[in-house]
């Protein structure tokens, strides 16, 4: 089975992070936005039932290996874009943001190739509100990097 256009932008995203040597972040950043832009076809997708469960993730070990292949990322500030009246500031952690990316594009494509890609795409729908917050916010911090 093919792998729909999300899945292979999610295979290209763990290669730059996980792979390949370390990307720019201009380079982070294209693929990102190619990311956010694959989640738009996502088809809704139906989880399997009765199926084996995906791996346990090694979180730790993630982080260590994100952490040294992006070394001179940080924190950085968040604000609530929907509270206007706060005047709190959040802390956003690039390399939390790229372990949880990393972590949900893993665990989607073990989906796609155990269970099948309705399973994979009802999973990056349901989780887009993690993972999809993560991209934002990184992307931003990069763009700050960038263009500061």
């Known amino acids: 089975m ?17 792979q390949e040597e370390p990307p720019g972040d201009a380079a982070l ?3 990102l936005d190619e ?3 694959a989640y738009h076809q996502v088809p809704e997708g139906k989880a399997a039932t009765g199926i084996e469960e995906p791996p ?3 979180g730790a070990a993630l982080r260590d290996l ?4 992006f070394s001179d ?8 874009p929907l509270d206007l009246s706060s005047d709190k500031v959040g802390i956003g952690d690039a390399i939390d943001d790229l372990v949880d990316i990393a972590g949900d594009m893993a665990e989607a494509v073990w989906r796609f190739d155990h269970l099948g890609a309705d399973d994979a795409h009802w999973y990056l729908r ?6 999809g917050r993560h991209l934002r916010e990184l992307s931003l ?8």
């Open 141 to 148: 911090y990069l763009h700050a990097r960038r263009f500061r």
């Open 35 to 37: 990311l956010a832009l």
């Open 56 to 58: 346990v993730r090694d």
């Open 73 to 80: 990322y940080g924190l950085y500030a968040v604000a609530d």
């Open 126 to 131: 349901l989780l887009h509100f993690h993972w």
């Open 2 to 18: 093919k792998p729909s256009p999300i899945i292979q932008t999610a295979w290209r995203l763990l290669d730059l992070i996980l």
């Open 29 to 31: 950043a294209e693929a």
């Open 66 to 69: 994100i952490s040294a292949r």
